[in-house]
């Protein structure tokens, strides 16, 4: 069964900082990587998709890279600014094993960025 | 402006009592999803459909039932057999299965 961990489980940095969060998974049977925000109270915003043939994806600030046989993920927020204060998570769509055809969620990274 | 409708945000209901949460989309989207959000656990799949007239059972589906008579609407009820029913549900989509999940803004159930 796909596990999916998610490191740091909180962080706080100040208004400027590069960063970055992690996510590794235990099945590489993989057909893509999501990440997701989400605010307090909110649903979840799509942020990034890497397909499995694909090594990263860039949107603005944010920089997803994948390495599919090792399990890892990592999420480059650079520049960080107060207003991307949110809960992080990840999912795996899965390609294999009893969880074909779902996807299995990290339990997310509180990141807090402060003026 | 194309999105995902959940309702009502916030519901209370006694125990014993079934519920049900709406969830529509006028996304165009065949596939639809159901999570439960839980502090700490992340999101758990309860059900999910692929296509009209079609939904599988995700990893915790007691206590819980679906229907998929029309595209754009895929309500969920959550029976008096669920033990722990109090918490967050999240309904998603995408265009089909695998591509990018779009989320509803979710309902917060109290059962008490």
């Known amino acids: 069964k796909q596990e999916v961990t998610q490191i740091p489980a909180a962080l706080s940095v100040p208004e400027g900082e590069n960063l970055v969060l992690n996510c590794s998974f235990t099945d590489s049977a993989i057909y893509n990587l999501q990440w997701f925000r989400q605010d307090p109270g909110?649903?979840?915003?799509?942020?990034?998709?890497?397909?499995?043939?694909?090594?990263?994806?860039?949107?603005?600030?944010?920089?997803?890279?994948?390495?599919?046989?090792?399990?890892?993920?990592?999420?480059?927020?650079?520049?960080?600014?107060?207003?991307?204060?949110?809960?992080?998570?990840?999912?795996?769509?899965?390609?294999?094993?009893?969880?074909?055809?779902?996807?299995?969620?990290g339990q997310g990274t509180i990141l807090t960025v402060h003026p | 402006d194309g999105g995902i409708t959940q309702s009502p945000k916030y519901l209370f209901r006694k125990e014993g009592q079934n519920v049900t949460l709406?969830?529509?989309?006028?996304?165009?989207?065949?596939?639809?999803?159901?999570y439960r959000q839980d502090p700490g656990q992340g999101l758990r799949l309860i059900y999910y459909s692929q296509i009209v007239n079609d939904f599988q059972k995700g990893d915790i589906a007691e206590g819980y039932s679906v229907s998929r008579e029309k595209k754009e609407s895929f309500p969920l009820t959550v029976t008096s057999a669920q033990k722990n029913p109090t918490a967050f549900y999240l309904c998603a989509s995408s265009l089909t299965p695998g591509q990018a999940l779009h989320f509803g803004n979710g309902t917060r159930l109290t059962v008490t």
Not at chain 1, 66 to 86: F, H, M, V
């Open chain 1, 42 to 105: 909110k649903g979840l915003t799509s942020l990034l998709l890497i397909q499995s043939s694909q090594r990263e994806q860039t949107s603005g600030r944010l920089n997803a890279s994948l390495d599919k046989s090792s399990g890892r993920s990592t999420l480059y927020i650079a520049a960080s600014q107060p207003g991307d204060s949110a809960t992080y998570l990840c999912a795996v769509y899965n390609a294999g094993g009893t969880s074909y055809g779902k996807l299995t969620f």
């Open chain 2, 22 to 34: 709406s969830c529509e989309q006028n996304l165009n989207h065949d596939a639809m999803y159901w």
